[in-house]
């Protein structure tokens, strides 16, 4: 069976970011999954195997940035020649993806949210209003896949590792890493990969009036989004803004509390799975796309969905 490359991108504690496990579940369609690791991999080969790694590549921890990480790739794809390459469509997949496209001379999909066991790719584009399938017609399929596109499925290996190293130009080198701080974090999932978001808009009306957000949001696990408008009004940071100018989530629950669904918030959140809304206008767009809809007041509705909620979990 053919081997498909899949590009490990690690959290910020050093584990696996949840993504990559879901590129080991779709590579497992278009062929056997290789993955390829930086820095140390003793603490991940395991579940990389769990997810269906048939071997573990490992380079080293590039003191650099994402400039080595595609020269071992692209070496790994001169040498291995695997049938497919998959990539997160992160902030350091993307770049990864776009250096390795240019070093290959080979086509590039990048968002994609599904990929069929051809190499197709699915998109949503213009702002969630259309659906697109592509190819790759240079090369081989190079596709970055935007985080919760697929819910991971374990399949079981026992995967060989094996040490890669690849000759890295000048050019590879001129941006250093000098320093690392680490972000300061509550206890809630990262945006992009919470698999619950609850967003609140202009409607939750202030900064103290997101408590109640966050609420619903720390009883469900979930991370917590916000509309421009809310963050523009300093009703929330702006690191939380879901959007076209924002972050792009796609998780299996989204909560949009006092969002009226402009289609720039929409093109941050459509593709979710399932979207809930809770809004006192009913004409309001976002109804347009909620699987699920109460027309109301969210000082009335939130309060008693918070009560529910916490009756069911006991
Ligand atoms: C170039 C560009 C990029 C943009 N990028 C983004 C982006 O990334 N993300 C983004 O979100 N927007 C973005 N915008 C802004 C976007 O056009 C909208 O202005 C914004 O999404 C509106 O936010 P909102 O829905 O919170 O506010 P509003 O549109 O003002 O809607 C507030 C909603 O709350 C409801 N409401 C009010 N009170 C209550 C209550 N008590 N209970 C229940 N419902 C209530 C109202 O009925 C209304 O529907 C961008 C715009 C431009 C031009």
Same mark, same amino acid.
């Not at 997810?51 to 040498?79: H, N, T």
């Not at 902030?91 to 990048?110: C, F, H, S, T, W």
């Not at 066991?117 to 399929?141: E, H, L, R």
């Not at 924002?246 to 949009?256: C, D, E, F, H, R």
């Given at each position: 069976?053919?081997?498909?490359?899949?590009?490990?991108?690690?959290?910020?504690?050093?584990g696996?970011?949840?993504?990559?496990?879901?590129?080991l579940?779709?590579? =497992?369609?278009?062929?056997e999954?290789?993955?390829?690791?930086?820095?140390p991999?003793?603490?991940?080969?395991?579940?990389?195997?769990?997810?269906?790694?048939?071997?573990?590549?490992?380079?080293?921890?590039?003191? #650099?940035?994402?400039?080595?990480?595609? %020269?071992?790739?692209?070496?790994?794809?001169r040498? =291995?020649?695997?049938?497919?390459?998959?990539?997160?469509?992160?902030?350091?997949?993307k770049?990864?993806?776009?250096?390795?496209?240019?070093?290959?001379?080979?086509?590039?999909?990048?968002?994609?949210?599904?990929?069929?066991?051809?190499?197709?790719?699915?998109?949503?584009?213009?702002?969630?209003?259309?659906?697109v399938?592509?190819?790759?017609?240079?090369?081989?399929?190079?596709?970055?896949?935007?985080?919760?596109?697929?819910?991971?499925?374990?399949?079981?290996?026992?995967?060989?590792?094996?040490?890669?190293t690849?000759?890295?130009?000048?050019?590879?080198?001129? %941006?250093?890493?000098?320093?690392?701080?680490?972000?300061?974090?509550?206890?809630?999932?990262?945006?992009?990969?919470?698999?619950i978001?609850?967003?609140?808009? =202009?409607?939750?009306g202030?900064?103290?009036? #997101?408590?109640?957000?966050?609420?619903?949001?720390?009883?469900?696990?979930? %991370?917590?989004?916000?509309?421009?408008?809310?963050?523009?009004?300093?009703?929330?940071?702006?690191? #939380?803004?879901?959007?076209?100018?924002?972050?792009?989530?796609?998780?299996?629950?989204?909560?949009?509390?006092?969002?009226?669904g %402009?289609?720039?918030?929409?093109?941050?959140?459509?593709?979710?799975?399932?979207?809930?809304?809770?809004?006192?206008?009913?004409?309001?767009?976002?109804?347009?796309?909620?699987?699920?809809?109460?027309?109301?007041?969210?000082?009335?509705?939130?309060?008693?969905?918070?009560?529910?909620?916490?009756?069911?979990?006991?």
């Amino acid at each position: 069976m053919a081997e498909v490359l899949v590009v490990i991108e690690a959290s910020a504690t050093g584990g696996l970011k949840k993504v990559s496990l879901e590129l080991l579940t779709l590579a =497992r369609e278009l062929g056997e999954p290789s993955a390829v690791v930086f820095g140390p991999a003793d603490g991940v080969v395991e579940k990389l195997g769990e997810y269906g790694a048939q071997k573990v590549y490992q380079a080293d921890e590039p003191e #650099f940035l994402v400039a080595p990480k595609a %020269a071992v790739v692209a070496s790994l794809v001169r040498d =291995r020649q695997p049938a497919a390459v998959l990539l997160p469509a992160t902030q350091e997949g993307k770049e990864i993806a776009g250096r390795l496209a240019v070093k290959l001379d080979n086509g590039l999909l990048i968002d994609a949210v599904g990929v069929a066991a051809d190499g197709t790719a699915t998109q949503v584009v213009f702002a969630g209003s259309t659906i697109v399938k592509s190819k790759v017609t240079k090369g081989i399929p190079l596709i970055a896949v935007r985080p919760n596109s697929v819910s991971p499925e374990p399949a079981p290996a026992t995967p060989a590792v094996e040490p890669v190293t690849a000759e890295l130009s000048d050019s590879d080198k001129l %941006a250093r890493v000098t320093d690392r701080v680490a972000e300061q974090k509550g206890s809630r999932p990262e945006l992009t990969e919470a698999s619950i978001v609850v967003s609140g808009g =202009r409607g939750v009306g202030s900064a103290e009036n #997101f408590k109640l957000v966050e609420e619903v949001a720390d009883l469900l696990g979930a %991370a917590v989004g916000a509309s421009r408008a809310a963050t523009d009004s300093g009703f929330y940071p702006h690191q #939380f803004q879901v959007g076209q100018t924002g972050k792009t989530v796609s998780p299996q629950l989204y909560m949009a509390l006092g969002i009226s669904g %402009a289609i720039q918030h929409r093109a941050g959140m459509q593709t979710s799975k399932t979207i809930v809304a809770v809004n006192k206008d009913a004409e309001a767009p976002i109804f347009e796309l909620a699987d699920f809809g109460v027309v109301g007041d969210l000082f009335k509705i939130v309060p008693q969905a918070i009560e529910e909620i916490r009756k069911r979990k006991g």
